[in-house]
Structures are given as C-alpha cells and as structure tokens.
C-alpha cells in the first residue's frame, strides 16, 4: 500500500486508538505505534496490489472512558464521512463497539465478522470482555459471525445459543478450510449494506501471535490467518476493520507486531476499492 497526504487520494482511512482503559490487562495502549514500525516493511501486497492509505495518527486516551469512547465514536464518524473503507490499530477490544455505533449512524443493515479465540459476551469483563455481547444490541446489527473460537465460559456459550449468533470453532475452521469457510460467510452476510471485521490477536496461534494478553493454543496459524485476511476483503459491502489486543509487552522478537503489520497491509491491498 502506498501512503498519501489528502483524502481524495486516499482508498482507506487508517487510525490508531492506543487505549488501555476499559481492561486490567495494560499494554495494548503501545500496539498502534509498534505496528506502524512495521508496515513499511512490506511493498506490494503477495498478489501485487496497491491500494493508497491516510494515516489519520491516534486517537488518545481521555482522562475517563467514557469520555475516550465517545471521542473514538466522535472521530469514526469523521473518517466514515469521507466516504473510504477504515482500518483501526487498537487497543483493546474495547474499541470495537463505538465504532460499530459510528458505522450505525451510515448503515442500517450491518454485518459483523468477530475473528477472536473467545466469544467476548462475558457480563462479568464488560466492555472489553463483552464487546460482542454490547454489539448484539445495537440495532442496525442484524448479523454476526464469530469465527477461531475456542475457549468460553457456559454463560457465553449459553449466550450465543439462545441469541442464535453464529459461530465457527477454530477446530471447524482448520478442518473446513478457508475456501470453504467463506461460502458459508458470503451466504450468511449477502444481505448487508455493510460490513465490518473486528480481529482480535488471540485468534491467531499463540505460537505465531504471543504478543497478547490472552495465550489460547489451537488456533489458526499466520498463514492461514494472512489467507483468510485476504478473502474477507474482497467480500461485498467491506467498510472497515480493527486489529485489537496486540499486546508489545508481552511480544517475542516483535513477532506479533509484524505479523499485525503483515495482516493490516494484505487486508488493506486486497480490497475491491
């Protein structure tokens, strides 16, 4: 991807949230600025594209979180006037719901996708914990798939059941394959206006990804990760996607700073713009 100073030139609209409020597990706050290091590592995208990107820096942390949340709503709902795709780099999976509110203030029929090793309906870990769980009600959602779980809770599981949300174990995604996965995606999502990719970190194995605060094995490797990345853009109606919870403090030679860098920019070039 190729960076670009004014909006009119630009395919994509990226920002960063580095915020740490809202969790006790701190460290996220330094994942945007660690993962931009990285991006420019990379030229053209694995299949030669090049989309153009504006940088719009970081949306900082509030002296509360309240406050911060209704800034980051505040700020996507600017960037979405500008009428491009947007990229996020958190922060914790906090992040998520006021965006997915500034993406209900454009679309009315909105479709989720939740790459993550964990339902995240959690009451007891609210916001970030529970950020699907908040998503669920905000009207304009009328779908959402969780996709890479792994490890959850009986209320969560409960939860998803009766809720009817759809989800996909990541032992079913290995077994399926992406190819396959996707199908069922494109079915279910067909009758969106918009939709929106929220990736937790932790989806990923942690023997690719250790730079988080939740270390759950069995999960999809980078490659089959980078892969599914690369599908998920060229879906219909793709308005945006947040990459959370990578963790720096915890990371192995910077591993999962890169393969976030890696990720964001093969969403970025495949998009259909």
């Avoid at 199908?183 to 067909?190: F, G, N, Q, Y």
Wanted: glycine fraction near 6%; charged fraction near 25%.
């Amino acid at each position: 991807m190729e960076f670009v100073s004014k909006p009119e030139e630009a395919n994509v609209i990226l920002f960063g949230a580095p915020i740490d409020q809202g969790t006790e597990n701190h460290g996220c706050i330094d994942a945007p600025s660690k993962v931009r290091e990285f991006i420019d590592n990379f030229f053209l995208s694995e299949k030669a594209t090049v989309n153009n990107i504006l940088d719009k820096g970081d949306i900082v942390e509030e002296k509360n979180f309240e406050q911060t949340m209704d800034k980051l709503f505040n700020k996507t709902v600017e960037f979405l006037k500008m009428g491009k795709p947007i990229v996020c780099i958190g922060g914790n999976h906090s992040i998520t719901l006021p965006i997915v509110q500034a993406l209900s203030r454009f679309y009315y029929n909105i479709g989720v996708i939740h790459l993550d090793a964990h339902p995240d309906c959690q009451i007891d870990y609210y916001p970030y914990g529970d950020v699907i769980g908040a998503i669920f009600h905000v009207p304009e959602v009328k779908k959402i798939i969780s996709i890479g779980l792994r490890n959850w809770s009986k209320n969560e599981y409960q939860f998803l059941m009766e809720n009817k949300i759809q989800f996909i174990t990541a032992s079913e995604l290995v077994e399926k394959g992406n190819s396959n996965i996707m199908r069922i995606i494109e079915d279910s999502l067909k009758k969106c206006d918009c939709v929106y990719i929220t990736f937790d970190i932790d989806f990923v194995d942690p023997a690719f990804a250790p730079g988080t605060g939740w270390l759950e094995p069995g999960g999809p490797s980078s490659r089959q990760t980078i892969d599914l990345l690369q599908k998920l853009a060229q879906l219909t109606n793709v308005k945006g996607m947040d990459l959370v919870e990578v963790n720096p403090k915890h990371d192995i030679n910077n591993m999962t700073s890169v393969l976030a860098a890696k990720s964001i920019f093969e969403f970025v070039d495949s998009l259909k713009i």
